[in-house]
């Protein structure tokens, strides 16, 4: 209260401040009046009312959260909403809207959620009122496409029939990286399945699957075809000829070959050596199909094929960390018809002389004899009475050798190539002790660890006849070369064989004259001497160089005078 002049007009003001009731919705009024001790002569103006209308109001938020950050394209994932009511009011017929990105599709949600596969909103209508405080979690399950990649953002927002103080967080979005994660295998057939001859097709069938969950991207198929190594310090050729691709995948896939030359000079040939198929993305295998993906290669079987003929495709992707290998190993009736033969010059040959074998060899083609020979291995045993020289030539630059074991020499050739043939020629040191006329075997074998449907021509004996030829010659010395009558003097006789083979009983004959001189004594370097003036000395065997030696020693007659000649002879068997 307060007393208020008269003049000048005087106001006063007054405000009262009221918190409404949060559970009380509608029409509020309020009546104020005013009155003095003084008599008022309008009072109708003394009374004032003031109506408003009290509107709920409430602060609804959301809030959103995924099962992982890290989903796998092609698996589950399920996002979780949380629903608060900040007050002051109720919140009713609270409704949320959550619309899935992309990549992300409805399986399934919480009751009184409306949503399907077709359709990316998601609704979600809660069945009571939210009161103050109160919150309400829901749930949506999605499968995350497989051929997602990198970032998936999901945003949902909630609103009720009241009056939202902070629409701020009344939106909640969510992000989540999807990774990939395919798990691709591979299965390879070759047909037919029987063993195999040369000139055959044979076709390999690789099927590629990608079990999931998630699409495979970039899947490339590598095949390396039987026989080529491409990691090998030396790579053969493949044992197959290319003949052709096809592959069948969902994403228009492309294949090419490459390869190289082999060889050397103008013998180099080009073959056709990998094959590879580009066969881009892979789904997740469907459950009415066996796999995703199929190349078909054919080839033809060559002669250069051996057992097992082992084909192994790689199948990468770009998101893989490993490399999917499968194999498959045919059979062929590899056979190879080997012979060899062997021939000597010349013929004859002396004893002491040098002797020159050629062995020729083939593999040859006919019949079951359609492949090359592998690992083959060449054996000649050489006589007891001959020593090996050296190696002129080979005609086959893969050979190599010979190792030499005692009187056994070994040639090896990793590839006798299918109607392929070669020379080896060497010499031989025959022994100069052979006897005259003697003959000497060779034998030369050969083998290979591929089948031989006829080794009769597998092996040869090469015989050679030896002759004996020794040039002898002699020369004879005396001492003193003047000598008095009555004394002695010594006649040294030397035999010598200049070859090139051994000489065999070598016999000095020595006519002394009787009268002026007589022996006193004779010895000889192989044996013994006999026979008086008629001297007879047997020297025995002399090597090629070696010398015999015979030493006479004769007295003369006391009355001799003037020259005395004498003459000595050598004979022998190997003259």
Not at 2 to 11: E, F, G, M, R, Y
Not at 415 to 441: E, H, K, P, R
Not at 478 to 485: E, F
Not at 561 to 574: E, H, M
């Amino acid at each position: 209260s307060s007393v208020l002049p008269a003049d000048p007009i005087t106001s006063v003001y007054a405000s009262l401040v009221v918190t409404v009731d949060p559970s009380f919705h509608g029409t509020l009024t309020n009546t104020a009046s005013v009155s003095a001790i003084q008599d008022d002569p309008n009072l109708s103006n003394n009374t004032l009312t003031q109506t408003v209308i009290a509107l709920p109001a409430v602060d609804v938020a959301i809030h959103k959260s995924a099962s992982t950050d890290t989903p796998v394209a092609g698996k589950p994932l399920t996002y979780t909403l949380t629903v608060t009511n900040g007050g002051p009011s109720t919140a009713t017929a609270v409704r949320i809207t959550d619309t899935l990105p992309a990549g992300a599709v409805f399986r399934s949600a919480s009751p009184g959620c409306l949503g399907n596969a077709g359709f990316a909103t998601v609704t979600c209508t809660l069945s009571a009122p939210l009161l103050v405080t109160q919150s309400a979690p829901l749930t949506i399950a999605v499968v995350i496409s497989p051929d997602v990649r990198g970032p998936l953002v999901n945003t949902a927002s909630v609103g009720s029939l009241e009056h939202e103080l902070n629409p701020t967080n009344n939106t909640a979005t969510h992000s989540v990286t999807v990774t990939a994660q395919a798990n691709l295998t591979a299965t390879k057939s070759a047909f037919p399945t029987a063993s195999l001859n040369s000139g055959d097709l044979l076709t390999y069938t690789v099927l590629i699957t990608n079990s999931g969950p998630s699409t495979a991207l970039g899947v490339t198929m590598t095949d390396n075809l039987p026989g080529y190594d491409p990691g090998s310090r030396n790579p053969q050729p493949p044992v197959v000829d290319f003949k052709s691709v096809t592959a069948d995948s969902p994403s228009s896939p492309t294949c090419t070959t490459s390869g190289q030359f082999f060889g050397r000079g103008n013998n180099r040939t080009f073959y056709t050596t990998t094959v590879t198929c580009a066969l881009g993305l892979l789904n997740p295998i469907a459950s009415s199909n066996n796999y995703t993906a199929a190349v078909t290669i054919v080839v033809t079987v060559t002669s250069r094929a051996n057992n097992p003929i082992v084909n192994t495709a790689s199948v990468t992707a770009t998101e893989a960390i490993t490399t999917v290998q499968a194999s498959v190993s045919s059979f062929v009736n590899a056979q190879a018809d080997l012979s060899i033969s062997k021939s000597a010059s010349p013929g004859p040959i002396v004893a002491g002389q040098s002797l020159t074998y050629t062995i020729a060899f083939s593999n040859v083609q006919g019949g079951a004899s359609q492949f090359d020979a592998q690992n083959v291995v060449i054996t000649d045993t050489l006589p007891p009475s001959v020593t090996f020289g050296s190696q002129i030539s080979s005609t086959l630059s893969s050979v190599t050798g010979p190792t030499q074991t005692g009187q056994v020499l070994v040639w090896q050739i990793p590839t006798l190539v299918l109607n392929d043939s070669g020379q080896i020629t060497f010499t031989v040191a025959v022994s100069s002790a052979i006897a005259n006329q003697t003959y000497i075997t060779n034998h030369v074998d050969i083998a290979s660890t591929t089948p031989d449907p006829a080794t009769a021509n597998n092996q040869h004996d090469t015989t050679s006849l030896i002759t004996a030829v020794a040039n002898l010659t002699i020369t004879k010395s005396v001492t003193p070369i003047t000598v008095i009558a009555g004394n002695t003097l010594t006649y040294t006789i030397s035999v010598t064989n200049n070859g090139p083979s051994q000489a065999t009983n070598v016999v000095r004959t020595d006519t002394l004259p009787a009268n002026p001189t007589s022996i006193i004594s004779a010895t000889s370097t192989g044996g013994l001497c006999i026979g008086g003036n008629n001297l007879s000395c047997n020297i025995g065997s002399l090597a090629p160089g070696a010398p015999g030696i015979v030493t006479v020693t004769a007295k003369v007659d006391p009355g001799a005078s003037g020259s005395i000649a004498n003459t000595a002879y050598v004979t022998a068997t190997d003259t």
